[in-house]
């Protein structure tokens, strides 16, 4: 598929945000800024970014418990990002949600999520909400290798399938749910041949090549727009951090050293970097200035998160859901 220079660099730019975003995470939760939970997404940047890059501004997303790059890819707002992971009032959530919890309606975002396979029913009820309106959009619902063990995600894509729902299941297979490999977890190895027991579309794709992902989420999400249903794509990838931060320690009991340095070599960043240069689509120059560009959006986000203040103690139960 030939992709316009444009797009190309745009998926460049979304990768390498997330990465640096991350990255920044990963240092304020080592130095303690960051409270709560925080499962970080370094190493699956391809699948968030070459599935949103197919979807409109006005389609829809579920996430997960590891959903930065999710909302990154979908256009979400680093510096309400950056003040909800640092518990501040203008954050997301005005600092009361955290990591697990951010969401941004007006751009299709439904939310992160803590509970497994959560977004999938509410993925389904977006795309029924979708079809009942009689609208073109389409939902893309991510979650992992872990969350297709649900029933969740078997009753989701029953229903999906039976209504013939306009939603794109993404199932990113980075092999681990926490600590415990998918092959003993998983009655078969490649998830998405699980379409067949709900007559759908679906196939597999190399999560680390954002091209590859792109390609498969601009068929799938051009079906669903036509009516013809859900899909599920499966993308093999792994993340490079512990489940959550903090368990590096623990890390090598689960899975090998020489496991993790193979697939940081396969990172889908440089390999995308690579074909950009080979392909003249732009120069090393031109990625010099995307990484500044990047490091001074990321600055200005981390500047706003800091000057804003904590929540006020007697605000603790505005803007909560909650029984008098
Ligand atoms: C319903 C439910 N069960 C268990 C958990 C605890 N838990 C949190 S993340 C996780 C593993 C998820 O694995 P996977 O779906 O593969 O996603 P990944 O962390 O690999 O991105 C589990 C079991 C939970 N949050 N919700
Ligand atoms: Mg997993």
Redesign the pocket.
């Known amino acids: 598929m030939q992709l316009n220079n444009e797009l190309m660099i745009q998926m460049y730019r979304t990768m390498l945000l997330i990465r640096r975003f991350e990255e920044k995470a990963m240092e304020l939760k080592a130095r303690q800024i960051i409270p709560g939970l925080l ?1 970080l997404y370094i190493g699956e940047e391809a699948v968030a970014t070459g599935m949103c890059a197919a979807l409109r501004r006005d389609d829809y997303i579920s996430s ?3 959903g930065h790059g999710h909302c990154i890819a979908k256009g979400g707002d680093i510096s309400l990002m950056m003040a909800e992971l640092l518990g501040r009032e203008k954050g997301y959530c005005r600092g009361k949600g955290g990591s697990m919890h951010i969401a941004d309606i007006d751009l299709g975002i439904l939310g992160a999520n ?5 977004g999938m029913p509410i993925s389904g009820g977006a795309a029924l909400s979708i079809k009942m309106r009689g609208k073109d959009q389409v939902v893309a619902c991510f ?6 063990n ?1 029933g969740a995600f078997h009753e989701s894509l029953n229903m999906a399938a039976l209504w013939k729902l306009p939603v794109i299941y993404v199932c ?3 092999q ?3 600590s415990v490999a998918q092959s003993r977890s998983c009655s078969i190895r490649d998830i998405y041949l699980r379409k067949d027991a709900y007559g759908i579309e679906g196939c597999m794709v190399d999560g680390n090549d954002v091209l590859a992902v792109y390609q498969a989420a601009k068929e799938t999400v051009d079906r669903a727009r036509r009516g013809e249903g859900p899909t599920l794509i499966e993308c093999k990838t792994y ?1 490079w951090r512990g ?1 959550y931060e903090g368990e590096a320690d623990r890390t090598y009991t689960y899975r090998t050293k020489q496991e993790i340095e193979g697939w940081i070599d396969r990172c889908p960043i440089k390999r995308f970097q690579k074909v950009l240069l080979d392909q003249g689509v732009v120069s090393q120059v031109g990625i010099n200035q995307i990484e500044q560009e990047i490091q001074s959006d990321l600055q200005k986000a981390m500047e706003f998160a800091q000057n804003c203040p904590f929540p006020e103690p007697q605000d603790a139960l505005k803007d909560l859901y909650y029984e008098e």
């Open positions: 499962h997960t418990h590891r803590g509970v497994v396979a959560a979650f992992g290798d872990g969350g297709s649900q990113e297979n980075n681990y749910a926490i993340r489940h």
